[in-house]
């Protein structure tokens, strides 16, 4: 007697789980805001006030910058829109330079908003908006209360995306007022990798630099390129114009391959840096533990290695004068089964994001009381 095998088919998962279903409704009576006008705040582009874009380097540098750098600036991580409401609704309407590409970090990650509510020191997760794998424009509603109250709110834009557009839904009788101050204008600079940039976070606000967003009251400028921050001089040149750095931390060792190329980009990026900002603190933090570094001793020495390169050249330094640079070693970052905190056995999940920034905020504010 033959057995029927029933094959299995697509299954629609939203059929079935009303929770896992995509909310891409907003109130029909919703005012929509350009964040970019008052009293919206939008943090993380540096040249935004310029040039109206959202993007994390200027469009025309007065050098050129390198090609994937230059595309990858278009990325918005690290972006964020604050201001207070007493909306009982919010909503994000949006248009993206494209969709979600990369099968190992979710399409939230790549291409959504999340939401947090709260004064600094003490935000709480909200929600993240929903939308349609391969959507490039989505409209998404982020919460709906049943009452109206004055609420401190941070939307964290995605992380490897482009963001075109975005408006801002409310109630149309919503107060809207500016956000709550940072503690000081110094900006903490975080120049970097596709680590720094956030893969493969799940969502926005779980990259390591987003984490310590919400523990440390400053703008955070992050500067993460994926497989593209290696140090280059005309980057340097670029980011020392950013204003009121309170702190430059440079972790991008993970992009720069054999131990000779970080030993021959760091003392020049550095000296760059230096010729504008003298006094600036800079933590140069070395790469956090790979899977593969458990199993090729190929891989644990060009790690040791190039961390012995960055902490050698932390210490010439401050033998020659400098006393506001720090060297911090990432290796321990994600603890002793740091390869269960990743997708990929480099990338961090946001477990590893959270032993990250946790291991990060003490080393910080150390750098910061020297600003």
């Not at 424009?137 to 109206?148: A, D, P, Q, V």
């Not at 961390?307 to 640079?325: H, L, N, W």
Request: charged share 25%; net charge negative; aromatic share 8%.
């Amino acid at each position: 007697m033959e057995v029927e095998v029933k094959q299995a088919g697509k299954i629609d998962i939203a059929r079935y789980d009303k929770n896992l279903q995509t909310d891409t409704m907003a109130d029909e009576a919703a005012v929509w805001h350009d964040p970019r006008r008052a009293p919206f705040t939008v943090t993380g582009f540096p040249w935004l006030k310029t040039e109206g874009r959202y993007r994390r380097l200027p469009v025309r540098p007065d050098r050129k910058l390198p090609e994937a750098v230059d595309r990858l600036a278009d990325c918005t991580a690290g972006g964020q829109i604050r201001f207070s409401s007493d909306t009982a609704q919010l909503s994000v309407r949006v248009r993206l330079g494209g969709h979600a590409a990369m099968p190992h970090m979710t399409a939230l990650g790549q291409c959504g908003f999340d939401c947090y509510i709260g004064e600094p020191g003490n935000q709480r997760y909200v929600a993240t908006a929903s939308f349609k794998p391969g959507d490039s424009e989505y409209t998404s509603r982020l919460y709906r209360f049943g009452e109206k109250r004055m609420r401190h709110i941070t939307l964290n834009f995605p992380l490897y995306q482009g963001v075109e557009e975005v408006w801002i839904g409310t109630d149309e009788d919503a107060r809207v007022a500016e956000p709550l101050p940072y503690e000081s204008p110094g900006r903490i600079i975080i120049y970097g990798t596709s680590i720094t940039q956030g893969g493969c976070a799940n969502r926005p606000g779980m990259s390591y630099p987003g984490i310590l967003s919400r523990q440390i009251n400053r703008e955070f400028i992050n500067l993460g390129f994926s497989g593209s921050g290696k140090g280059e001089p005309e980057v340097a040149e670029v980011i020392r114009e950013i204003g009121n750095p309170a702190l430059l931390v440079l972790d991008y060792e993970a992009n720069t391959g054999e131990p000779e190329s970080i030993r021959a980009t760091l003392p020049v990026f550095i000296d760059l840096y230096r010729e504008k900002h003298p006094e600036v603190p800079i933590l140069v933090l070395s790469c956090i533990e790979f899977a593969a570094a458990g199993f090729d001793p190929a891989v644990r020495k060009k790690l040791d290695d190039r961390r012995v390169i960055q902490r050698q050249t932390v210490e010439d330094r401050i033998a020659k004068g400098d006393s506001f640079i720090t060297f911090f070693d990432g290796s321990a970052l994600l603890g002793e089964d740091g390869d269960e905190c990743t997708v990929d056995g480099i990338h961090p999940t946001d477990l590893g994001f959270k032993r990250m920034a946790d291991g990060l905020l003490q080393v910080f504010n150390r750098c910061l009381q020297a600003e």
